[in-house]
T-cell receptor
């Protein structure tokens, strides 16, 4: 079975500073990879996903994540954060053969301060 | 276009009572998924339903838990005789028929507290 580890539970960061959220996964077969974001009092929203092709994927609001097969990682980065990026971020994987069944990490809470 | 709607947002039940959690998928969506998030843990898959069918219930506890998605109305996750260990956030997601299962939209969740 696949599993996901998010190495940091809390990440405080100053506005306009870069941020990296680490995600490692474990699976014996090929997977799809996802990052979801949950803003306060809202549902989870898909931020970006890797299915195939280019290992670097980007979101519309400046986040990017790189799939590294040899290190089984899918770290999320943003070069300059805003106050509005304060949220909880979840990394998730699914098997290609069972793409509806997501396995989530425990989440990383990002708090952006002015 | 409303998103996935879950109600209630917060639910308090005494041990032994029943809990009913409702999920209305996005308009046009016929696939529904339920996940549970225990404190300090990630979301765990429970069940995948299509209209009037349970497709995959491999994540459902064997007893006391059931789910349905009738032809009309919301999907219901039912927990009978709740215990303290059922306290968690329960999330519902939906995706369109014949569409991309990797584009599931999530609701805000129902936070169940068993006292």
């Amino acid at each position: 079975a696949q599993s996901v580890t998010q190495l940091d539970s809390q990440v405080p960061v100053f506005e306009e500073a870069p941020v990296e959220l680490r995600c490692n996964y474990s699976s014996s077969v090929s997977v799809y990879l996802f990052w979801y974001v949950q803003y306060p009092n809202q549902g989870l929203q898909l931020l970006l996903k890797y299915l195939s092709g280019s290992t670097l994927v980007e979101s519309i609001n400046g986040f990017e994540a790189e799939f590294n097969k040899s290190q089984t990682s899918f770290h999320l980065r943003k070069p300059s954060v805003h106050i509005s990026d304060t949220a909880e971020y979840f990394c998730a994987v699914s098997l290609i053969s069972n793409d509806y069944k997501l396995s989530f990490g425990a989440g990383t809470t990002v708090t952006v301060r002015a | 276009n409303a998103g996935v709607m879950q109600n209630p947002r917060h639910l308090v039940r005494r041990r032994g009572q029943e809990a009913r959690l409702r999920c209305s998928p996005m308009k046009g969506h016929s696939h529904v998924y339920w996940y549970r998030q225990l404190p300090e843990e990630g979301l765990k898959f429970m069940v995948y339903l299509q209209k009037e069918n349970i497709i995959d219930e491999s994540g459902m506890p064997k007893e006391r838990f059931s789910a349905e998605f009738p032809k009309e109305g919301p999907s219901i996750l039912r927990i009978q005789q709740v215990v303290r260990g059922d306290s968690a956030a329960y999330f519902c997601a939906s995706s369109p028929p014949g569409g991309d299962n990797t584009e599931a939209f999530f609701g805000q969740g129902t936070r169940l507290t068993v006292v």
